[in-house]
């Protein structure tokens, strides 16, 4: 059960240990080799965009750019090219965040699309300007694959915050 304005459940605040263990794992999952695929998402951008609305206090701009260097790092790209588009991510995640935590998580993602479509803009325009060639029109299909992916996403990473239904007396919260 997601929980939404409407719901009665309290969510506990997030622990700052997971917040970094799942942008860790988003790291570890971007490093797998996955070619020329289209629309494998970027895990660290989809990752980071939760917790910098979530949790802007936690994973604010500050992580998209030491995790955007990683990737960088990781990737063998244009030094500085994820970490920007990374910055101005989670920029606009915390700026719009109040307003996207009304909306249930399917809403949420239509939010979330134009500012991965605008991550993906940055890195190509970063590539372009470095003399490297168009990546094509499929290279922004990850951004689509990674909106899809949002609710599950969602309800795995909120799944530490539940409180239990069955509430204890004997427990402080």
Request: proline share 9%; net charge positive.
């Amino acid at each position: 059960m997601q929980p939404t304005h409407r719901s009665r459940r309290i969510l506990l605040p997030a622990r700052t240990w997971f917040v970094y263990l799942s942008l860790i794992v988003a790291l570890g999952l971007s490093y797998i080799p996955t070619g020329l695929l289209p629309g494998v998402p970027d895990w660290v951008a989809l990752v980071l965009t939760f917790w910098a609305i979530r949790e802007p206090l936690r994973a604010g701009m500050g992580a998209g750019f030491v995790f955007g260097l990683l990737v960088d790092i990781g990737h063998g790209a244009a030094m500085g090219q994820h970490a920007l588009a990374y910055v101005v991510l989670c920029y606009l995640a915390t700026s719009v965040s109040r307003r996207v935590l009304w909306f249930p998580p399917p809403q949420q993602a239509l939010h979330v699309l134009p500012m991965l479509l605008a991550a993906q803009v940055i890195m190509v325009l970063v590539r372009l300007l470095a003399g490297a060639e168009f990546p094509g029109w499929w290279y922004f299909l990850s951004s689509f694959t990674s909106i899809v992916l949002w609710v599950p996403l969602n309800f795995l990473l909120l799944l530490p915050q539940y409180q239990p239904v069955e509430r204890d007396e004997n427990r402080p919260i």
